[in-house]
């Protein structure tokens, strides 16, 4: 069982900077054995993948280049990065837990439904 709290979203300028955090409570099995990821849901629209980290990261090509994921084990915490921010980008962010932390060469690391834990999620704005 994993409970995830995000925070760090906010309004800010197209061509800024926001970074995002999620706190990760588990039981059973430690923070460091889940795959984590964010996920975003634009308004009218369905949520869509953003970011994995486990021992690497993957990123889908609409933010590659200009958000960062990474982990901080020690503190159980994930972070987004996100730099260059685009009207585009407006939505409300969700960090996730997957139980399975590598799935091999073929697996859909990329689906909402191989995320078991799931945050609450964080509004984030970028106006033009």
């Known amino acids: 069982q994993v409970q995830l709290v995000e925070s760090g979203g906010g309004l800010v300028q197209a061509g800024g900077s926001l970074r995002l955090s999620c706190a990760a409570s588990?039981?059973?099995?430690?923070?460091?054995?889940?795959?984590m990821g964010w996920f975003r849901q634009p308004p009218g629209k369905e949520r869509e993948f953003v970011a994995r980290?486990?021992?690497?990261?993957y990123y889908s090509d609409s933010v590659k280049g200009r958000f960062t994921i990474s982990r901080d084990n020690a503190k159980n915490t994930v972070y987004l990065q996100m730099n260059s921010l685009k009207p585009e980008d407006t939505a409300v962010y969700y960090c996730a837990a997957d139980r399975t932390y590598y799935g091999g060469s073929y697996y859909s690391f990329d689906t909402k439904d191989k995320y078991a834990y799931w945050g609450q999620g964080t509004q984030v704005t970028v106006s033009s």
């Open positions: 588990a039981s059973g099995r430690t923070f460091t054995t889940y795959a």
């Open positions: 980290i486990n021992s690497i990261t």
